[in-house]
C-alpha cells in the first residue's frame, strides 16, 4: 500500500515520499537533508573554506571543511551531530572496557572547591592554566582539568570498609584547563572530553597488579578502535605526582610529545628522553625523534593524595583500620582520540577519511537515485527492503540506528557519493543504474572496493558485513 502511495506521487515525490516512510517506521535513521551543519550555502562553511589555508593539522582542517567542528572562540569548538554520534560510540567502548575492570560509572561535578586545590599545592603549581572563578558568596572554585582531589575526598567521606575493597570508580565528561596557545583543534583545546579511572587499594602490590589489568584493558581499547601502532612509555609523572606512570602515544605530525626512537636494525622501540638514566630496551644508545600526540596516562600515585585528605580504611574495624589507601589514576583523552582517529586515517590513506566501523558516525550511507531519473521506479521497490534494513539494525534503547540516507533527490548519485566518501562512511550504498539490468543489483562500496550485490540478497549480505543476525526462517 505504501509503495503504491508513492507511486502515485509522482516522479520525484515518491521517491521523498517513501524516504519519509522509512524514517516513521524507523526513526533512528539519519538524513543528510536534515543536517543543518551540512549546509553548503552557510556562511559558515565560507568562513571555512576562506580560512582553511592558514590551518597545518591535517585532523582540524579535515573536520572544519566537513563541518564536524565549530570553533566558538580560541580552542573552544561545537561538534556537529555527525561527531557527536562518533564521540558517544568511542564514549561508551572506553565505558565498556571500564565494566570489564569491575569499576562503577560516577559523575563528578566540573566545579570543584579552590581550597582542596590549596591543599594538593596544585592550585600553585598549575597556575594561570588553572581556570578560577567565585560564587556570588565569594566562595573560590575551580574548572576542573583533573579530579584526583574530588575523588580522594570523596572516598575518604565514604571510609571504605576491608570488604569493600579495591574501590574501582570511573566517570566521562568535560575537563578544562586555560591552554597558553590553544591550536590543532581537538588535539590541543580548553575544554576536551575525558574519561578518569580512579583506584584504591590497600597495598602498593594489589594496586600494581590492578595498574597492570588496566594496561591490558587499554590495549584492547585502542585496538577496538582501529588505533594500530598505539605505544606504551614510561613517562614523568609531572604535577600529578607518584612514582609510576605511562604514556599511550600515537605518531603524528601534528603531535607535541617529541620521543626517542632506537635506531638499532630490527629494533624501532620508542622511549622517552624525559627519564633521566632511562635507555631504550636493546640497550642502544643512539635514536632519532618521534613526534607524537598523547592519547592518555596512566599513574601510580601511591598515598600522595590520600595522605592529604585522609583517605583510609574505616577506622572502626580494627586491625588495618585507619591504613592508607593506595591510588591509581588512568585517563584517556576520548576528543584528543576522535582527532587522532582523523589524523590516523588521513595519514595511512592518502589524505581520505576512513571512520573505523566502531566509531564511525553511521556506518552505511544509502544513496538513491537521482528525482526523475530512469532507475526511480526500481529504485521505489527496494526501498522497503531498505525499511527492514534500518529495522534490523536499529538499537532498541537508544532508537538509533547506524543507517544514513542522503535523501537530496535534487542532486545527482556522484555529487552524493563523493561527498559520502569525504564523509568517511565504511559502507556506501547506490541505488543506481545497476537496478536496471536483467539480475537487478546495488552497488556496495567497501574499503574502497565496489561490489554488485543482487537486490534480493542484498539485506542479508549488508546484515551479514554489519556483523547483524540474518532474520531466522
Known sequence: LLLNRAMAAGSGGGLRALIREVVTRSPGVGLVSEMLFLNAGSAARHQF???LAHVKCPSQKKMLSLALIHPTAPG??????????SLEKLTRLAELHMRR?????????????????????RLEQMGSELLQLSDRSGGRLVLSPTFEESITSLVAAYAPKTSQMPVKLFQTGPKFRDEPRPKSGLLRCR?????????FHQSEDDCREFYTRVQEEYRAFFAAI????????EAPSGQMGGHLSHEYLLRSASGEDTLLRCDKPGCGKVFNGELEDKLPPCGLRESSPVSMVELGHTFMLGTRYSALFDCTLDKKQGGAAGLLLHMGCYGLGLSRILAAIVDHSLSGNGGELTWPESVAPYRVCVIPPKAGSKE????????????????RTADPYTLSSDLLIDDRVELTIGKRLKEATAFGYPHVLVLGRDLLEDCPCVQLISNQETTSVPVQNFVSTVLKLLQYPSKQS
Open 191 to 199: 575544554e576536551f572530553m575525558m574519561k578518569d579511572l580512579y583506584s
Open 101 to 121: 575492570l569491575g569499576a562503577s560509572k560516577i559523575q563528578l561535578p566540573s566545579l570543584a572547591p579552590a581550597d582542596q586545590w590549596e591543599k594538593s599545592g
Open 49 to 51: 573554506s576562506t580560512s
Open 376 to 391: 526511480e521506479d526500481a529504485a521505489l521497490r527496494i526501498l522497503p527492503a531498505i525499511a527492514e534494513l534500518a529495522e
Open 76 to 85: 573552544l569548538f561545537a561538534l556537529s551531530p555527525l561527531l557527536t554520534r
Open 226 to 233: 582501529g588505533l594500530d601502532g598505539v605505544e606504551e612509555v
